[in-house]
Structure formats: structure tokens, C-alpha cells
Nanobody, 121 residues
Framework: QVHLVESGGGLAQPGGSLRLSCAAS????????MGWYRQAPGKQRELVAIIIGGGSTNYADSVKGRFTISRDNAKNAVYLQMNSLKPEDTAVYYCDARIMSRVTMTYSDYWGQGTQVTVSS
């Protein structure tokens, strides 16, 4: 079994900052990519940022220059530093990782439980 656990959501004022963390645990052989998605009420889930094994990153246009994704391979963890937050960033943020488990020796996508981020004055 593989599990992803997120932390760091909460309430922030416009212009403020939050840092999300996600740690993968369990029977992990290798992690390819790790990323963050978000889903606002009434909207589809969308990619926020992703970091791939070699360290290359990709961001949604709406967060470029404000959010930074980083990864700690030793801890099987991924982080999302969110600065200059806007009300439209309000959503449930989900961690996603493409992981090869030691049990199946195949890659699958695993998701965290989600963490609420609310940006409001």
C-alpha cells in the first residue's frame, strides 16, 4: 500500500502565503512525478504544478511567478509554496504522485485526501 498525506492548508488573506506539504509512504520502489492539483466548487480538478524525477517543473499559467513546487526525494515529499495568494486560488488542493510500488512493480497514480485552501479577507 502507498499513502499520500497532505498538510499545510488553511486560511490566508489576499496577498498572503501558505506552504503545502505532501509525503508519500508505504511500499515505494520509485517515484516518477509528484504534483499538485486543485478543485474549486463547481469546477473541474486542474493541474497547479508538477515536478518530474529529473527536477523539471510545469505550472498552470494562473500560478506562474507566484507558486513554487519543490521536492525532497529523500523524504518522498513534495511542497508547494504559494505566495501572493488571490481569492481565486481558493480550492481543495490535492497531492498526486506517480509511484511504482514494490508490490506491483508497475507505476500507478496515487492521490492524497486533499487540503482546503481559502483566500479571503
Amino acid at each position: 500500500q502507498v499513502h499520500l498525506v497532505e498538510s499545510g492548508g488553511g486560511l490566508a488573506q489576499p496577498g498572503g502565503s501558505l506552504r503545502l506539504s505532501c509525503a508519500a509512504s508505504g511500499s515505494i520502489f520509485n517515484i516518477n512525478s509528484m504534483g499538485w492539483y486543485r478543485q474549486a466548487p463547481g469546477k473541474q480538478r486542474e493541474l497547479v504544478a508538477i515536478i518530474i524525477g529529473g527536477g523539471s517543473t510545469n505550472y498552470a499559467d494562473s500560478v506562474k511567478g507566484r507558486f513554487t513546487i519543490s521536492r525532497d526525494n529523500a523524504k518522498n515529499a513534495v511542497y508547494l509554496q504559494m505566495n501572493s495568494l488571490k481569492p481565486e486560488d481558493t480550492a481543495v488542493y490535492y497531492c498526486d504522485a506517480r509511484i511504482m510500488s514494490r508490490v506491483t512493480m508497475t507505476y500507478s497514480d496515487y492521490w492524497g485526501q486533499g487540503t482546503q485552501v481559502t483566500v479571503s479577507s
